[in-house]
C-alpha cells in the first residue's frame, strides 16, 4: 500500500517511531491503541445521533461500532495476556487538533461532511500508523495484528469517504478533502516521538 496514492498523506510516519520509541514501552502502544478503538466506536455512535434520518449510514456506522468494540476487546486481551492493566484512557491530541479544523457553523450538510472527513482522516492516518507497525515491530503476533487491522482501516477510510460524497448537497468534497490533507500535514509533523497511535 503507498500512503501517497491511497491514503494521501503528506508527511510518512519514520520507521523509527517503532524501533526507538514504541518497542521500549508496548504496554503504553496497547493501552493507547485500547483507547483510540474506543472513541472510534463512540464517533459512530456520535454520527448515527447526528444523522438518524439517513438509513445506510446508520447501519454500516452500526457495523462500524461494533467492529470497533471488538477491537477494543482482542486489544484489551492482549493487554491481560501480557500482566499488563488498560490504565486511564489517554488523552488524544492529534485528534484534538484535528478537530479544531471542523466547521462550527455552516448548517448540517456542512458539519456532516465535515464530521466524515474528520472521520476518514483519523482513519487514514491509524492505517498508515499500523502499516509501520506491522512492518517494523519484532513482536510477530503484534505484526500479525496490526498488518489485520490497516486493512480494516483503509476500509473505515474510504467507507467515510464515501459517504460524505454521498451526501455532499452540494459541498466541494474534494477540496475540503485537500485542505484536511493539508492541515493534517502540518499536525502531524508534531508527533512520532511518543508510543501513542497517534503520538
Known sequence: MSEKTILKLQLPTDPLWVKNVVESNIQELLTDHAFCEQKAASNGITIIVQNPDLPDLVQEMADLVREEMDHFKRVHTFIIERGYTLGRERKDNY???????????????????????????????????????????????????????????????????????????????????????????????NYGKTENIHG
Do not use: P
Not at 478537530?99 to 465535515?114: A, E, I, N, P, T
Open 95 to 189: 485528534v484534538n487538533e484535528l478537530f479544531k479544523f471542523l466547521h462550527k457553523g455552516g448548517g448540517r450538510s456542512v458539519q456532516r461532511v465535515d464530521r466524515l472527513l474528520f472521520s476518514a482522516m483519523i482513519e487514514a492516518r491509524s492505517c498508515e500508523r499500523f502499516k509501520v507497525l506491522s512492518e517494523n515491530i519484532a513482536d510477530k503476533e503484534l505484526s500479525a495484528f496490526y498488518h489485520e487491522l490497516m486493512i480494516s482501516e483503509a476500509g473505515h477510510y474510504t467507507m467515510f469517504l464515501r459517504f460524505a460524497k454521498k451526501y455532499n448537497d452540494g459541498i466541494d468534497v474534494d477540496k475540503r478533502w485537500a485542505d484536511f490533507l493539508t492541515y493534517e500535514a502540518e499536525v502531524i509533523k
